[in-house]
C-alpha cells in the first residue's frame, strides 16, 4: 500500500516565513536593490509588455473583425491561431529557460525579441490564407518564447533578494499595461490602413521599446544563483507525491477551467462589443480596462496571500467574474464591470498558482511542480479564445458561452474550499 503524504506547510523551514535579514549581505537590503537595480527592472518589464504572454492574447480580438471581413473567415478559425501559437510556446518555453541557464537570460532575450518582432510581422505576408495565419502564430510561439517571464524574471531575481516578490510583481505588471493600450494601438493602426498595419505596428514595438532596453540594460548579476540568504530548499514533496495527493489535481484541474474562461473572454471582448453596435475604436478603449485590472488584481494578490487563507482567496476571486455576469454584464450592458471583474481576476491567476505550488509542496521540486500545474494555464489560455469563436458561430452570440462561464467558474471557486486550508505565513504590522 503506497505511503500517505503528508500535507506541506514548511514555510518557516523553506524560506517561505519571514526572512532574516541578518543574514544578508548589507549591500542587498531594501532601498539599495531598488536604487541599484532599477534599470534592469525597467528592462525586464518592458520585455514582459511586448512580450509573448501578452502580445499574442492581448490582441487577436483586435484582428477577429477585419481579417472574418477581408478573406470571410469564421471567428472560431481565426482564433484557432492563438491555439497554435501556445501549443507550440509549451514546447518552446522550457528549452529557451534553458537555454536561459545556459547562455545567460541576455542573449537569449535580445535573439528572442528579434525572432518575436520577425515573426509578428511574417503575418503581413503569411496571413493572406488561413494557413498562413496560423503559421505566423506558430512562428511567434517559437521565435518568441525567450520573450516569456522565465527569461526575464531570473535576472530580477537575481537582482533583488529583499524586496524580489515586489521586484516581480512590478515586472509581471508588464501584461496589464500591454493589455491596457495594446489593443487600442493595434486598432487605431488598423483603422488607419488596414489588419497589414495593424500586424506591421505590432511588430516593430518589441524593436523600439524592448531592444534598446535589454541591450543597454538588461544583464544578471554576476554569482546570483549562488546568493541564497536565509531560503532553503531541502523541504518538499517530490513530483510523485505531489501526484498523488487531490491539492494537485484539483489546483490543475480548477486553473485549467478558470483559464479557458479568463483567456476566452480576453481575445473576444472586442467583438463581443462590436456586436452590440459600439465601434472598434471605443471596444478598444473598454477592453483597456482589463489591462488595468490584471495589474492590480496581480498587485493586491500579492499582498493578500500573506494575510488571507489561501483557497479562500482563491475561491473569491475565481467567484468575481460569476458575481459580474449576474449583475447584468452578460447582456454587456456593463462592460466596464465585466472587463474589471475578468481582468482583476486574470491577474491574480499567476500569482495564485505559484503561490500554492509553493506551501502546499514546498520549494525542494517547485520548479518542475510549478511547471506541471502552469502547463494547463497555457492549454487554457490556447483553447479558450477558440472555443468561443466556434461558440458564436454555433448560437450566434456569445450569451450561451458567457452563461456556461459563469457556471464553470462558479464550480471552480466552490472547488477551492476543497483544497484545505494553510494559514497565512506572516501578517505586516
Not at 316 to 335: C, D, I, K, Q
Amino acid at each position: 500500500m503506497p505511503r500517505s503524504v503528508p500535507d506541506v506547510d514548511t514555510s518557516h523551514r523553506a524560506g517561505l516565513g519571514p526572512r532574516n535579514d541578518a543574514a544578508l549581505p548589507t549591500a542587498l537590503t531594501s532601498p539599495n536593490e531598488f536604487s541599484r537595480s532599477w534599470r534592469i527592472l525597467l528592462a525586464a518589464g518592458l520585455g514582459i509588455t511586448c512580450g509573448i504572454t501578452a502580445v499574442p492574447i492581448y490582441t487577436i480580438g483586435a484582428f477577429v473583425g477585419p481579417l472574418a471581413q477581408a478573406n470571410g473567415w469564421t471567428r472560431g478559425a481565426i482564433q484557432l491561431a492563438v491555439v497554435f501559437c501556445y501549443l507550440t510556446l509549451i514546447v518552446a518555453g522550457p528549452f529557451a529557460g534553458q537555454l536561459a541557464d545556459r547562455f545567460g537570460a541576455r542573449r537569449v532575450a535580445l535573439v528572442s525579441v528579434l525572432g518575436l518582432s520577425a515573426a509578428v510581422l511574417s503575418s503581413l505576408v503569411l496571413a493572406q490564407t488561413l494557413a498562413g495565419l496560423y503559421t505566423a502564430y506558430a512562428l511567434i510561439g517559437i521565435l518568441g518564447a525567450g520573450t516569456s517571464p522565465v527569461v526575464w524574471t531570473r535576472a530580477v531575481s537575481g537582482w533583488f533578494q529583499v524586496n524580489r516578490g515586489l521586484a516581480l510583481g512590478v515586472a509581471l505588471m508588464g501584461t496589464g499595461i500591454f493589455a491596457t493600450l495594446g489593443p487600442k494601438y493595434v486598432t487605431s493602426a488598423i483603422e488607419m490602413c488596414g489588419w497589414q498595419c495593424g500586424y506591421g505596428a505590432l511588430g516593430v514595438l518589441p524593436l523600439i521599446l524592448v531592444l534598446p532596453a535589454a541591450l543597454f540594460w538588461f544583464h544578471e548579476r554576476s554569482g546570483a544563483t549562488a546568493t541564497t540568504g536565509a531560503v532553503t530548499v531541502s523541504d518538499g514533496m517530490d513530483v510523485r507525491q505531489a501526484l498523488r495527493t487531490r491539492r494537485f489535481w484539483i489546483i490543475a484541474t480548477t486553473f485549467l477551467v478558470f483559464s479557458t474562461g479568463i483567456s476566452g473572454f480576453i481575445a473576444n471582448f472586442i467583438p463581443m462589443l462590436t456586436d452590440t453596435g459600439l465601434s472598434p475604436g471605443v471596444a478598444a478603449s473598454y477592453a483597456g480596462f482589463i489591462g488595468i485590472a490584471v495589474m492590480v488584481g496581480r498587485l493586491t494578490a500579492g499582498v493578500l496571500l500573506d494575510r488571507v487563507s489561501t483557497p479562500v482567496l482563491s475561491a473569491a476571486v475565481m467567484l468575481l467574474p460569476t458575481v459580474g455576469l449576474m449583475m447584468g454584464a452578460a447582456e454587456l450592458a456593463s462592460p466596464v464591470l465585466l472587463a474589471v471583474l475578468i481582468g482583476f481576476a486574470g491577474g491574480a491567476e499567476f500569482d495564485l498558482v505559484a503561490y500554492m505550488t509553493a506551501r502546499y509542496f514546498g520549494l525542494k521540486h517547485y520548479g518542475r511542480l510549478y511547471g506541471l500545474l502552469f502547463s494547463p494555464i497555457i492549454a487554457g489560455a490556447a483553447f479558450g479564445p477558440m472555443l468561443f469563436g466556434f461558440g458564436f458561430e454555433r448560437y450566434g452570440s456569445y450569451l450561451s458561452v458567457l452563461a456556461a462561464c459563469g457556471v464553470a467558474f462558479a464550480l471552480a471557486s466552490v472547488a477551492q474550499l476543497a483544497l484545505g486550508d494553510i494559514r497565512p505565513i506572516h501578517r505586516r504590522r
